[in-house]
């Protein structure tokens, strides 16, 4: 099993830039890819991005890409998110996600964390 904590989110501005972290416990953080999915109101579940395990490869969905950046610190058992010029379409719960397969586009992952609130105003 695999616990996973989601802090940071937040009421920012558009053009506001915001970071996620996930705290990861349960399982050896460096056996596990993560990543992050968000889903707005009345809408279907997004991925955002991912994480290899080794965090040598990274992926993005289209929307995000170039605004955001994924990293990992497995020291710390901790994934972040890093969020730049947000927009308010990128007002979502954002789940942490995890799996031991790497899962770059999909939002099927096997250890969710609780989500946290982000809001972009316009």
């Known amino acids: 099993q695999v616990q996973l904590v989601e802090s940071g989110g937040g009421l920012v501005q558009a053009g506001d830039s915001l970071r996620l972290s996930c705290a990861a416990s349960?399982?050896?953080?460096?056996?596990?890819?993560t990543g992050w999915v968000r889903q707005a109101p009345g809408k279907e579940r997004e991925f955002v991005a991912a994480i290899t395990r080794g965090g040598s490869s990274t992926s993005y969905a289209d929307s995000v890409k170039g605004r955001v950046t994924i990293s990992r610190d497995n020291a710390k058992n901790t994934v972040y998110l890093q969020m730049n010029s947000l927009q308010p379409e990128d007002t979502a719960v954002y789940y942490c996600t995890a799996d031991p397969t790497y899962r770059p586009g999909v939002t099927v992952w096997s250890y969710w964390g609780q989500g946290t609130q982000v809001t972009v105003s316009s």
């Open positions: 349960g399982r050896t953080f460096s056996s596990i890819a």
